[in-house]
Nanobody, 122 residues
Framework: QVQLVESGGGLVQAGGSLRLSCATS????????VAWFRQAAGKEREFVAA????????NFADSVKGRFTISRDNAKNTLYLQMNSLKPEDTAVYYC???????????????WGQGTQVTVSS
């Protein structure tokens, strides 16, 4: 079982920045594609960004392009999401996931973290 633990969520003003981290203890972390999804209250889970196992390829939702950056440190078994120019509509629970590809479908991912809350105030 692969366990993923998100951290770094919190309350931030619109226009501000926040960095999320996703840590795992598995030594096979580098063999997985990893991604961020989010789910706002009362809405369906949606794709945010993904990165290939080697970190050379990325995939972003249109709503976050130019504002968010995804990266990974395989030596530390950690995934990051740098969020800049935050908007109130970015408010959601953010989840990290690991799977076989860096696609935008949640069906591509096998393992999920518990989520971390991000709230952006106006």
């Amino acid at each position: 079982q692969v366990q993923l633990v998100e951290s770094g969520g919190g309350l931030v003003q619109a226009g501000g920045s926040l960095r999320l981290s996703c840590a795992t203890s598995t030594r096979t972390f580098s063999s997985y594609a990893v991604a961020w999804f989010r789910q706002a209250a009362g809405k369906e889970r949606e794709f945010v960004a993904a990165i290939s196992w080697g970190g050379r390829s990325t995939n972003f939702a249109d709503s976050v392009k130019g504002r968010f950056t995804i990266s990974r440190d395989n030596a530390k078994n950690t995934l990051y999401l740098q969020m800049n120019s935050l908007k109130p509509e970015d408010t959601a629970v953010y989840y990290c996931a690991a799977g076989r590809t860096y696609g935008a479908s949640d069906r591509d991912y096998y393992y999920w973290g518990q989520g971390t809350q991000v709230t952006v105030s106006s």
